[in-house]
């Protein structure tokens, strides 16, 4: 198994590169093959390896993956999630019959104080 984060950092040579290799193992994946040949070495295939990268698309330095490394992966979007319905959520499953309204306010006190008090470590705001 490996994870590979802020894959698009790398150069869109070793991207190439990258694509082709794991397209090997893939490949004997697929065809249900024992063995696979990377770089010359004959090499013993885990059937349950997987890859699996993260990438921050659009910031400076990045690079575009390739098509053919896009077509190797599933693209997953992750989103800041939508913290005062989680709050609201968590306040309603204890009984709070305002727990909308009481979502949004602990969200906007929460965001008050990541903003104005200590960045110390030990604040998880």
């Not at 697929?30 to 921050?56: C, H, K, Q």
């Not at 939508?82 to 959520?89: S, V």
């Not at 309603?92 to 470590?121: H, P, W």
Request: hydrophobic share 40%; charged share 20%; net charge neutral.
């Amino acid at each position: 198994w490996g994870c590979f984060d802020e894959f698009n950092r790398l150069i869109a040579e070793v991207l190439s590169v990258c694509s082709t290799q794991y397209k090997c193992i893939l490949d004997s994946l697929v065809g249900w093959r024992p063995t696979f040949t990377l770089d010359g070495a004959e090499l013993t295939l885990n059937r349950s390896v997987g890859a699996y990268i993260t990438m921050n698309p659009g910031y400076l330095g990045r690079t575009p993956l390739p098509e053919s490394l896009k077509a190797l992966f599933r693209p997953v979007t992750v989103v800041v999630p939508d913290f005062a319905l989680i709050c609201e959520n968590m306040l309603m499953s204890e009984g709070y019959t305002q727990a909308r309204l009481l979502g949004v306010k602990f969200i906007n006190l929460y965001t008050l104080c990541g903003d104005l008090l200590s960045k110390a470590k030990h604040y998880d705001w």
